[in-house]
């Protein structure tokens, strides 16, 4: 208000979230650019051979994917800072840390998956590294870590080293399995 009542005059300000979204359009342009990057460096890769996809092909869709999707966020970007219900997403800080520390299992479940399988062979590193995430990263019950650690290294043990013969991290008990199906 000015001295005599009436309203003042404000200039035309900027949109309170003119500053996210021009970071958010700039974000959007560095990876369209990474995109792009990439889809030039797999499209020099050989797609396909005589004998089925090159290893070009993947890169190549993959690619082609980021790119398409990097200029969709930059045509129709959406709204700054808001979900889908139309609220902000504010963080109280319980769970600003649990996060932190998720994060953290899972960086600590990383160094568990290297040194792990150096020593103790894929199934004894699959169950202990999804055991270490499903119960302590994610809080399922022990029960459910473990049958899921189990169900990664069967699946791993099966899939992986049995059918597409890959040369898994070795301990007794890939021995054996492998033993007895080869």
Do not use: H
């Amino acid at each position: 208000m000015n001295a005599a009542g009436s309203p003042a005059a404000v200039p035309d300000a900027p949109p309170a979230g003119s500053a996210l979204k021009t970071g958010a359009r700039l974000a959007t342009l560095a990876l369209l650019a990474l995109a792009l990057v990439g889809l030039w460096q797999s499209s020099r890769l050989e797609r396909w051979s005589f004998d089925g996809p090159g290893p070009g092909l993947f890169p190549m869709i993959v690619s082609v994917v980021f790119v398409a999707l990097a200029l969709i966020v930059l045509i129709w970007p959406g709204r700054a800072a808001s979900t889908e219900e139309g609220d902000t997403e504010l963080i109280d800080q319980a769970t600003r840390q649990q996060t932190r520390r998720s994060f953290a299992i899972y960086v600590a479940s990383l160094l568990v998956l290297t040194a792990g399988s150096a020593f103790a062979g894929f199934t004894i590193t699959a169950v202990a590294v999804s055991v270490l995430i499903v119960r302590f990263a994610e809080g399922r019950s022990w029960g459910a870590a473990f049958v899921y650690g189990l169900a990664c290294a069967a699946i791993g043990l099966i899939g992986f080293g049995w059918l597409l013969r890959v040369d898994l991290p070795s301990s007794p008990i890939e021995r054996a399995f492998f033993s007895l199906v080869r």
